[in-house]
């Protein structure tokens, strides 16, 4: 159902974009599919909105929103419904429950990264939460709240990057431990068209079970992750060029006489189609380049050019590289951006015995892609 209540800013801040049906079906598809008898389950929401992920006759619904609480308890009038901030105080207790009960987390929590760049300026940390549950993002407190709630299992929508970003992973602290990804299905941002008007980021639809041995970051490298569109992917099937060049600024290990050029920071394939590569002056922003290196960032440079064949599911996973490959035709890539960037060629020589050759780049990208490659 869409959310009408809410003014943009309200919506950023709440996380507030709620979930096309479509999606509630696959949802309540994995929890048929991984479960016995639901049945047996309460099904809780704690960020549930109008109420659209309340099914069964043990549903319950909580929001710090009490228009959506009020609008929800006219939708679905059956189930039991509590107006409060889920990440404060957070027990079973809050929802009438106690540990023998079994309990199933549904929905879709507010994710908001006020550390990213992408709508910063009206970003703002709004509510308190427990001190074991803060976090830079909204999300991965939720994530963690199902933790403290000792939820049997959790399917929820939440972005990718949770899961296939290092950083993200370890945040997820407890939850991490103590859960499994079971199943999973990657879905377009672009779904929800008021999150990424510009460019779309991954979603996951996750299935996570209560585990013993809980999953380590080698478990979600090794993970097959699969698409809305049919497609798969295992994350260890590709090399990063992180694993060969420096994406964050480097000032304090690399000396000034050193550099060659200055390179823009590059989180993901996401943040590179929206920033510069190649830079003129040193800022706290930019990195420095030495001449060893400097093909890996040509490299990054032309892997821009042909981010329109990279499908959005890889949008916030580092740059693939096969570095055979790769370095078996640099100089193609060196070449093309010395003509790119004439201020480079006082400090790296152009190579005039290598032809500038568009297909063989072409063909670099289609065989590093494979299936994935976007025609």
């Known amino acids: 159902m869409d959310q009408k209540h809410l003014n943009f800013k309200d919506k950023i801040n709440l996380g507030s974009f709620y979930t096309p049906k479509w999606i509630v079906d696959i949802v309540y598809g994995f929890l048929r599919k991984n479960i016995v008898d639901i049945n047996e389950y309460f099904i809780l929401d704690t ?3 109008y109420g659209g ?4 006759e043990k549903a319950i619904g909580a929001d710090i929103d009490s228009e959506a609480i009020i609008a929800a308890k006219k939708c679905f009038p059956g ?3 509590f107006e409060h901030n889920s990440l404060l105080n957070i027990s079973r207790s809050q929802y009438n429950l106690n540990l023998n009960d079994k309990i199933i987390i549904v929905g879709n929590p507010p994710y908001n990264d006020t550390t990213s760049i992408i709508r910063n300026k009206i970003k703002k940390e709004k509510f308190p939460r427990d001190s074991d549950v803060t976090s830079r993002d909204l999300g991965i407190s939720f994530l963690l709240s199902y933790n403290k709630l000792q939820a049997d299992y959790v399917c929820i929508l939440h972005p990718l990057s949770y899961l296939i970003k290092k950083t993200n992973f370890e945040s997820l602290r407890n939850f991490k431990n103590n859960y499994i990804l079971k199943d999973s299905m990657i879905i377009s941002s672009g779904v929800f068209s008021e999150t990424s008007k510009s460019t779309s980021f991954p979603m996951v639809v996750a299935f996570y079970e209560k585990s013993l041995s809980g999953m380590d970051y080698n478990y979600i490298c090794n993970y097959k992750f699969s698409t809305y569109e049919g497609k798969s992917f295992i994350l260890k099937d590709f090399d990063k060029i992180g694993n060969y060049i420096s994406k964050y600024p480097n000032h304090k290990s690399i000396k000034t006489e050193d550099t060659i050029a200055y390179f823009w920071t590059m989180r993901d394939i996401n943040a590179l189609k929206r920033t510069k590569t190649f830079v003129l002056k040193e800022t706290y922003n930019t990195i420095r380049v030495t001449k060893n290196l400097f093909p890996y960032y040509c490299y990054a440079d032309i892997f821009k050019e042909n981010i329109s ?9 580092d740059i693939m590289i096969n570095n055979k490959s790769f370095v078996e035709i640099q100089d193609l890539f060196i070449n093309k951006c010395l003509v790119k960037y004439p201020n480079l060629k006082n400090k790296y020589s152009l190579n005039n015995e290598i032809k500038h050759d568009e297909e063989i780049i072409s063909k670099y990208f289609k065989s590093l892609l494979g299936k994935h490659y976007v025609y």
């Open 53 to 56: 992920f309340l099914c069964g």
């Open 79 to 81: 189930n039991k419904y």
């Open 309 to 317: 064949h990279i499908p959005y599911y890889f949008g916030n996973s």
């Open 47 to 49: 960020s549930c909105g």
